[in-house]
């Protein structure tokens, strides 16, 4: 699930900018900040390569308290979640996590999220924060009919990750919970230098890494802590400029790019994430199913990596052109430092997908710049 998502804003010019639980140790710290989706967040805080080499090498520490949770408890929460979403709810254990979407009943998609089992009745969906209101409101909505209730407890959290490979080792000296046998896609209650969280293993960078959720008041005692603790590998703090390398370069979709309410996860090549076969009716499931069958017959465009042969950098909505025709779109595009070339995700016609694919370009202020057809991800750590 994206957690930098597109910084596109539904609150008005006037309306304040919302600061997190961290905001005056951000400042403290040099940062650059800027508005993501009306909230005043760290968007660097020295070099962004430098923070995107500590991720990948060592381990970055990042504020991700603009994510909206959402509550959902009841005897029927589970069952309303299978209703509202794509996934199979009901299937995932207490403790285990789930990536899913939730689609209009057109099957576009209006947000993908992460929904974390607590317990036999209580779920916590997490959405970007561009589109946290937009996932309560359809929640509420859906929840009509089942003995279950959707609470906004977007305030109740603050939530800091740490990710890279040194993150084990610098959570484990502050925790007593049991890391090793926390599995990826999974969450336990615990302990972290003193403070009570709910301890995540998912991840946004391609590396392994923790999620911590604690309450607003306790979050600068746990940064402050996990920097103490991480001094001596390298930890350094990370702000969103890199994360969006990082899951650049991992391949993982951005909404607002990568998804959007004009593509079904069958476009977006997630497919594997509706599950026709669960017991409840959900939101979309027409639609979905002729989007499925539309895939399987008539591949739309399929999303792809793009390697640059030269230096210009690709841009979200660049066109992908071939033979002198214009056959797909630039989603996402950076300079990869891990690459040291700059790259891109693209949704190309179906013909053009298979990577190696022969003369394909990106039109990049009128020159067609030769890019490398290849499949994704870019970079994948080694375990």
């Given at each position: ?87 199979n709810i009901g299937a995932v254990r207490p403790g285990r996590a789930r990536y899913t979407m939730i689609c209009r009943e057109d099957g576009g998609i209006l947000d993908d999220l992460i929904v974390y089992r607590l317990a036999e009745t209580e779920y916590m969906v997490v959405a970007n924060a561009s589109n946290a209101q937009v996932v309560l409101d359809a929640l509420t909505e859906r929840a009509a009919g089942f003995d279950a209730e959707v609470r906004d407890d977007r305030d109740a959290y603050a939530l800091i990750a740490v990710q890279g490979p040194e993150s084990p080792g610098i959570l484990k000296s502050l ?209």
């Amino acid at each position: 699930m994206s957690s930098t998502e597109s910084p596109e804003s539904a609150v008005t010019p006037a309306s304040p900018l919302r600061r997190t639980a961290l905001d005056a140790v951000h400042r403290a710290l040099g940062a650059t900040m800027t508005d993501f989706a009306g909230w005043d967040m760290p968007l660097r805080y020295g070099s962004e390569r430098d923070e995107h080499q500590a991720v990948r090498t060592r381990a970055g520490l990042f504020d991700l308290s603009h994510m909206g949770e959402i509550t959902v408890t009841g005897p029927q929460a589970a069952a309303l979640l299978d209703h509202a979403l794509v996934g199979n709810i009901g299937a995932v254990r207490p403790g285990r996590a789930r990536y899913t979407m939730i689609c209009r009943e057109d099957g576009g998609i209006l947000d993908d999220l992460i929904v974390y089992r607590l317990a036999e009745t209580e779920y916590m969906v997490v959405a970007n924060a561009s589109n946290a209101q937009v996932v309560l409101d359809a929640l509420t909505e859906r929840a009509a009919g089942f003995d279950a209730e959707v609470r906004d407890d977007r305030d109740a959290y603050a939530l800091i990750a740490v990710q890279g490979p040194e993150s084990p080792g610098i959570l484990k000296s502050l925790t007593d919970a049991d890391l090793d046998g926390l599995k990826y896609y999974a969450g336990l209650p615990g302990t972290v230098a003193g403070v009570p969280a709910l301890i995540a293993r998912t991840g946004y960078t391609g590396e392994d890494g923790f999620e911590l959720f604690v309450k607003p008041e306790h979050a600068v005692e746990l940064w402050q802590a996990l920097t103490a603790a991480g001094e001596g590998v390298g930890l350094v703090p990370c702000g969103l400029s890199c994360r969006d390398t990082l899951r650049l370069e991992a391949g993982m979709p951005l909404y607002g790019h990568e998804l959007t309410t004009e593509l079904t996860p069958f476009d977006a090549g997630l497919g594997r994430v509706v599950k026709f076969d669960k017991e409840a009716d959900f939101v979309g499931r027409e639609a979905l199913l002729r989007a499925a069958e539309r895939a399987e017959q008539n591949p739309p465009r399929v999303l792809v990596g793009l390697v640059a042969q030269g230096r210009r950098v690709p841009r979200a909505g660049y066109a992908v052109v071939a033979g002198g025709e214009v056959i797909g779109e630039v989603t996402s595009g950076a300079p990869s430092p891990t690459l040291g070339k700059p790259i891109a995700m693209a949704y190309v016609d179906a013909a053009h997908a298979a990577p190696g694919t022969p003369g394909v370009g990106v039109d990049i202020r009128g020159t067609h710049e030769p890019y490398e057809v290849v499949a994704l991800p870019f970079y994948k750590r080694q375990k």
